[in-house]
């Protein structure tokens, strides 16, 4: 399994930003997929899950603010982000875990920047 993120970039206060991250591999389906950011000096956070069969899941910092979403056909998920604040700054992960084993798996991140 890869996961390449893509859709970060230099955004100001109020903007909106996608990212993307792309599944390569096989059971797609099969595994539950999350964001996580980083920001510098901080500890790696979750942002949002998407569980497989259950409804996403969100950090209070971001909820109402970013939406999660998978497209199985494009085996993709993605994180809307709206409403950006200074403090949504930090690099952003995709993470793949497979439902009932320890396979877990980690994009290589994209930067993501909220500055006017």
């Known amino acids: 399994v890869q996961l390449v993120e893509s859709g970060g970039g230099l955004v100001q206060p109020g903007g909106s930003l996608r990212l993307s991250c792309a599944f390569s591999?096989?059971?797609?389906?099969?595994?539950?997929m999350k964001w996580y950011r980083q920001a510098p000096g901080k500890q790696r956070e979750l942002v949002a899950a998407s569980p497989i069969g259950g409804s996403a899941n969100y950090a209070d910092s971001v909820k109402g603010r970013f939406t999660i979403s998978r497209d199985s056909a494009k085996k993709t998920i993605y994180l809307q982000m709206s409403s950006l604040k200074p403090e949504d700054t930090g690099v952003y992960y995709c993470n793949a875990v497979r439902v009932g084993t320890r396979d877990e798996y980690w994009g290589q991140g994209t930067q993501v920047t909220v500055s006017s």
């Open positions: 591999g096989s059971f797609f389906s099969f595994y539950a």
